[in-house]
């Protein structure tokens, strides 16, 4: 199915948008951006439920095929990527539904029910067709805004396909749910003690960065973990009830940053729903007004005509 | 620093009838025109001779485009052919005598080929648009100038299989409706919004809180911040906002907004281009202002 006929809406694969889309679905996890993989960076995010490697998606090299540890007989809950748009909230249910014990709304609750027992295509053709699926999904970009659709402005720059990877740990091993695979892929069991799972999920990742020539990958790492911010407030509440003005500070400036966090956050949604048309010329508008469009104007064709004479350099460049 | 207008002729359009290599005449009445603009480019213009709208403007680099006349047909057509892109134009002579259509077609060779180029060089006589004697000059030679063989054989290649199916006597009745391809510019020969809607340029509407207010109402219904103009100015420099405002570019350079600009109030015409939307909007703000200053005759700021 094509995107264009699939009516799922290309959206950005960003914390925000996922930690909304979770919100959405009554699950009450966050995705957080990973700028490390360090033992520090990962304690520091605890309780971790799962990483998503995003990266720019080449074919893997046949040879690497051959050792790869298909798990056909898994029991948890895994779906093929079935429409390219729908790819990051894919990836997120095969990450969140493996959870022992992870709280969702009744509707997604309905949707895993309804799937037991499927193959991971079929479960995959199921998810797509979920209406309130698909609607959570479409939330976080704007209504046509445009219908850009509607003028068929030819081939779009093809924008770089990326694909999503989940490692997650399942009954003691740890798991790599790849919507593109035909099943999960086994990496091993891993200590209860000490990391746990994110040690042996550090290795793969990073065998995995190294098969690209260096400098070639553009990646991008997030981690499913339990919301900190009840934990921080109740421990704040403790910690001023005790009287540790130093330890409740340092626990209040945690609680302030994560709290700027989604703010921020909340600031970005915000402006992803919101069809920016009337907004634009409201501006427009106001300039006018205000007296300033025609020196705007003025300033933006200029502009125009350095875009224009770099142009033709390269194009004689080119020629040469 | 007016536009100079360099060649002039009539001419009609032919379009692709979809899902096929056939190229039908539309019979619309018009004329093919070469313009040096004010910013200093090849304009390729084809206006319609019965409203006298311009209806496609075509900015054209040195050497990217070529005219060529179209073989194996019945009729006087000639194809805009570009270098870089697969870009076909196809237009046919609207003159009663085919007698200076090669002399035409040198011409807008020589021009596309090199803005410089000067017409009394070439065989024939000066183009220029007031020229209306039947002076015939003498036929140049069949391959235009600037144009190999090998660019003639690859041409008859192309359009092989284009044929016409009536003669131009009687201009068909069907034409393709994929005009999209006489509008889309590629992006960077366009104003473009973004560089108008800078902070900076945007700092004279920031400083009027009477007009900023009037803003208020078109921000995000959830923005988790109060309106103000710090807060427009991080909705101006988000990347959400950018992106949005990107897609309107490519949507006005595309000519075909005339319907969803009527929701904002503005004529038709807004809708066919950014520098026309930024016109129409100018013009709105002034009959706006003419209406405000005759309600209330208190000084406005």
């Known amino acids: 199915m094509s995107d264009e006929e699939s009516g799922w809406h290309l959206t950005e694969s960003d914390p925000g948008v996922f930690t909304e889309l979770l919100k959405t679905l009554g699950v009450p996890l966050i995705v957080d951006d990973l700028y490390s993989l360090d033992p520090s ?5 605890q309780p971790l439920h799962a990483l998503i490697f995003l990266f720019k998606w080449v074919a893997p090299a046949e040879s690497s095929e051959a050792s790869v540890d298909y798990d056909d007989a898994f029991e948890g809950f895994f779906a093929n990527q079935v429409v390219n748009n729908a790819c990051a909230t894919l990836a997120v249910l095969n990450g969140v539904c493996n959870i022992p014990g992870v709280g969702m709304g009744s509707e997604l609750r309905g949707l895993v029910d309804f799937t037991t027992g499927m193959d991971p295509q079929t ?4 998810i797509t067709s979920s209406e309130f699926l ?3 999904h479409n939330s976080l970009s704007p209504p046509s805004a445009l219908s850009l659709a509607d003028l068929d402005l030819g081939p779009r720059d093809k924008e770089d396909a990326y694909h999503f990877i989940v490692y997650t740990p399942v009954n003691g091993v ?4 790849d919507g593109l695979k035909r099943s ?5 069991v891993f200590p209860s003690t000490g990391e746990g799972w994110v040690a042996l999920a550090r290795d793969v990742i990073q065998k995995r960065i190294e098969t690209y020539p260096p400098g070639s990958l553009h990646f991008n790492l997030q981690a499913i973990r339990t919301d900190p911010l009840p934990g921080l407030r109740r421990e704040l509440e403790a910690l001023q009830a005790g009287g540790h003005v130093n330890l409740a500070q340092q626990i209040l400036r945690q609680i302030s940053a994560e709290e700027d966090k989604r703010q921020r956050w909340a600031f970005e949604n915000s402006l992803r729903r919101h069809n920016p048309l009337g907004l634009i010329h409201a501006l427009l508008l106001g300039l006018a007004k205000a007296g300033g469009l025609e020196a705007a104007t003025t300033g933006a064709k200029e502009k125009m005509k350095e875009r224009i004479a770099k142009a033709r350099e390269e194009a004689a460049k080119g020629k040469k | 620093m007016a536009t100079q207008t360099l060649l002039s002729f009539k001419a009609g359009r032919s379009f692709r009838r979809e899902g096929s290599s056939f190229v039908d005449a539309s019979p619309v009445k018009g004329s093919l025109e070469l313009l040096r603009g004010d910013d200093e480019l090849l304009h390729l213009l084809w206006k319609n001779r019965a409203t006298g709208q311009v209806e496609d403007d075509l900015i054209i680099f040195p050497m990217e485009a070529q005219f060529l006349k179209v073989p194996h047909t019945a009729g006087r057509t000639y194809v805009l052919k570009f270098s870089s892109s697969n870009q076909r134009h196809f237009f046919w002579m609207q003159d009663l005598s085919d007698s200076r259509d090669a002399e035409y077609a040198t011409h807008v060779n020589g021009y596309l080929a090199d803005p410089e180029y000067d017409p009394s060089t ?10 209306a004697g039947p002076s015939a000059p003498p036929a140049p030679s069949t ?10 054989a690859e041409l008859r290649a192309l359009v092989s299989q284009v044929s016409q199916e009536q003669t131009l006597s009687q201009p068909g009745q069907s034409y393709s409706s994929a005009r999209i391809c006489f509008y889309t510019k590629r992006m960077s020969e366009d104003l473009s919004l973004s560089d108008v809607l800078t902070p900076s340029n945007l700092r004279p509407l920031f400083s009027n809180p009477r007009l900023l207010t009037a803003v208020f109402p078109h921000l995000p219904p959830d923005l988790p911040v109060p309106p103000s103009a710090e807060s427009i100015q991080r909705i101006i420099e988000s990347p959400q906002f950018q992106a949005g405002v990107r897609s309107l570019d490519q949507a006005l350079a595309t000519g075909l907004l005339s319907g969803l600009v009527k929701s904002l109030g503005l004529p038709e015409e807004a809708g066919l281009g950014v520098g026309p939307f930024l016109t129409a909007i100018s013009r709105q703000a002034e009959r706006d202002h003419h209406d405000e200053s005759g309600q209330d005759s208190m000084q406005t700021d």
Do not use: F, I, K
């Open chain 1, 41 to 45: 960076t990962l304690a520091s995010l």
């Open chain 2, 143 to 152: 391959a235009p100038a600037g144009v190999t063989e090998d660019q003639l």
């Open chain 2, 122 to 131: 070439a065989a024939g006589p000066a183009s220029s648009s007031q020229q």
């Open chain 1, 134 to 136: 698909r609607e959570a």
């Open chain 1, 184 to 188: 999960p892929v086994r990496h091993g």
């Open chain 1, 174 to 177: 740890l798991y790599e749910l």
């Open chain 1, 123 to 126: 479960r995959g053709l199921a």
